[in-house]
C-alpha cells in the first residue's frame, strides 16, 4: 500500500473513531447487510455522519432519497428529519427494498419512511407529474450512469435553498478527469462534475470524503439550489 493511502487510512479510523459512533441499529444494518450477501457499497459512517449534520442545518420536513440497498444512508437521514417530517426513498431491486424496510422497522423509524420500488428516473418522473410538494434534501446515491438524469429531476422537485447531495464524484479508477474510455461509469461522472459545476441553478462543491478499506479518496458532491 502507498504511504497516502496508509495515511487516509489512519484518518479516516480516526474521524469515525473520534466523531462518528454509530448506533446499535446503524451497526445492525451494516452487519445484517453483510450477513445476507448485500454488496459492501454503502456509505462509510464518516459520510453517513455528514449526511446527518448537513441535513439537520436544512431541519428537513421532507427528505428524498435515491438508491436505498439495506437502508444505512436511509437511517443516517431519518434520524435528522424535523418532528413529524417525512422520507421518501427509491429503490430498484425488490429485495433491497424488502431487506432496507426490515431494517428500518427494527430502527423505529419506518413510519416516517416511505419505500417505491421501481427504477428512480419513472418514479421521479412521476413525483413531478403528480407535482409532488418540493423536497429539503435530496441524497442522489444510484447508478452513476443516469446522475445527470437524475439531477435534472431532483431540481424540478426543489425550492430554492434545497440541498442536493451526490455520492461518489471521484471515480474509483483511472487518471483524474482523464477516465479510461472504456470505463462508462468514470465517464459518466466526470461529465457529471463538469455539468454540475457550471449549473447556473445550483450552487456546487465537492466535498472530499476518505472510503473504502484501502482509505480511497472520493468526493461527496454538496449543491444548493439558488
Ligand atoms: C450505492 S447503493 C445505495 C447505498 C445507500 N445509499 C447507502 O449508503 O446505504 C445503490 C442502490 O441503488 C439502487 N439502484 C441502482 N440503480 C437504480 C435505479 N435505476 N433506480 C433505483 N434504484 C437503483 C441499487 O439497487 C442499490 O441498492
Redesign the pocket.
Known sequence: MLAQEERNQQVKKYICDCFCQESEELIYIRNHSAELGL?D???PPN??KMLYLLARLQNPKRIL??????????LWLAKALAPGGELIA????KR?AEVAKSHLERAGVVKSVEILL????G?LEQMIQNQEPPFDLI?I???KE?YSLYLDFAIALSRSGTLILC??LIPKRGEIASPDLLDNEAVCIYAFNERLAKDPRLESLPFPTIVGEKGRVDALGVSRVR
Do not use: P, R
Request: aromatic share 6%; net charge negative.
Open positions: 454488496q457499497i454503502a456509505v459520510v453517513g432519497e435515491i438508491g436505498v440497498l439495506g437502508g444505512y444512508s436511509t427509491l429503490e430498484c431491486d433491497h421501481g427504477s428512480a428516473a418514479l441524497f446515491d444510484a447508478d443516469n455520492d461518489n
